[in-house]
């Protein structure tokens, strides 16, 4: 779930998932934060995420589908380093 305080956290290029619509093969919906979080003085619960998926699609999350999405964790150096398919070298 992304809320105001998660979303002023994000940063461009921070991946996002959607928690129910899924991809072609089953993996999550993902689309990656474009620009800087939008917040209003007025509407104090209000902001807007500006995203892209793929090379033509542009989105917005908003407190309105903020709780469809999700932030993805990137994996920490452990886990990179023991799980051989995730290896740059093949």
Same mark, same amino acid.
């Given at each position: 779930?992304?809320?105001?305080?998660?979303?002023?956290?994000?940063?461009?290029?921070?991946?996002?998932?959607?928690?129910?619509?899924?991809?072609?093969?089953?993996?999550? @919906?993902?689309?990656?934060?474009?620009?800087?979080?939008?917040? #209003?003085?007025?509407?104090?619960?209000?902001?807007?995420?500006?995203?892209?998926?793929?090379? @033509?699609?542009?989105?917005?999350?908003?407190?309105?589908?903020?709780?469809? #999405?999700?932030?993805?964790?990137?994996?920490?150096?452990?886990? @990179?380093?023991?799980?051989?398919?995730?290896?740059?070298?093949?």
């Amino acid at each position: 779930m992304i809320t105001k305080q998660i979303a002023l956290q994000l940063k461009p290029g921070t991946i996002l998932l959607h928690k129910s619509e899924k991809q072609g093969g089953g993996a999550p @919906y993902r689309v990656r934060v474009t620009g800087q979080v939008r917040v #209003w003085v007025k509407r104090p619960d209000d902001f807007r995420i500006p995203v892209k998926h793929g090379l @033509y699609t542009n989105g917005e999350v908003t407190q309105a589908n903020g709780s469809e #999405w999700e932030v993805e964790k990137p994996l920490t150096q452990e886990q @990179y380093d023991r799980d051989p398919s995730q290896s740059i070298d093949g």
